[in-house]
């Protein structure tokens, strides 16, 4: 579903795609038929009511769920022209990044949870240099830059996420998944947060899951609502009820469930 994206099809391609995909774990299905684009360098929200496979979907993305061996997929998801199935799924988790829910840094200090990934990956260039880069580009720097060593668990719930966005970014993806990278923060961390992902959207491609209507209505450039229908054996399943422009989904949207979920009256 890729609707009135004036400037979609005709000035940019998607950089991930997904064609008739169907999730299905333990036979059960979750997600039926989603046909979803993702254009570059913009924030895609995807919204939608609990339970409706937004994490799922996000994690078809970097093939995690692949690790889980309940998991089936039906269709295809595309990065380019490839079928992500032909890419190798340590490639992929470099090029599709992910932040989760909860700041997960590593019992280790601030600079081996940025230099770690690095050395795994056979990062060839300096490594102090990237480490620096990195928690500029995530504004953390000049809080943390005299007390590298220390551990990263000591730092606050808001720079602990951070420091997970910068883990993310030195590996250098094209696309960063982020599965509601705020509902663990305080209303201050969450709206640096937002301020970081809107500066970031000019050098990667952001996929933000999000509870937060008004996170999802300031920051992202497309928004897609995912809802729940039941199907006729009453099984539950997830499904792309409506996507376009952000401020269209927000101030006109063609459907009413969308206009429900979008005022909080769903
Ligand atoms: N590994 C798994 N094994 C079995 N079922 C799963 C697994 N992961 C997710 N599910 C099921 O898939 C459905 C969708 O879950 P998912 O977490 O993707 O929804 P969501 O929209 O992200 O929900 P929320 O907004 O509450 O985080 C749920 O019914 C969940 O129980």
Known sequence: MNLNLEYSPLHQRAILQTSDLS???????????????????????????????????????NRLNELCNQFKRVGQIYMGDREISQLNSVEIRRQVGMVFQKPNPFPK?????????LRVNGYQGDIDECVEYS????????????????????????????????????????????DEPCSALDPISTARIDELLYELKHYYTIILVTHNMQQASRISDLTAFFNIKTTETGEKVGYLSEYDKT?????????????????RRF
């Not at 200090?109 to 990934?117: E, K, P």
């Open 23 to 61: 999730v299905f774990f333990n036979k059960a299905q979750i997600l039926e038929n989603i046909n979803l684009k993702i254009y570059p360098h913009k924030i895609t929200a995807i919204i939608g009511p609990s339970g409706c496979g937004k994490t799922t979907l996000i994690r078809c993305f």
């Open 135 to 178: 928690l500029r580009q995530v504004f953390l720097w000049d809080e943390v830059k005299n007390n590298l060593y220390r551990s990263a668990l000591n730092l606050s719930g808001g720079q602990q996420q951070r420091l997970c966005i910068a883990r993310t970014l030195a590996l250098k993806p094209d696309i960063i998944l982020m």
């Open 109 to 117: 200090s601030i600079y081996d949870n940025i230099a770690l990934g």
């Open 247 to 263: 401020e269209v989904i927000f101030h006109h949207p063609k459907q009413q469930a969308t206009q429900e979920y979008v005022s």
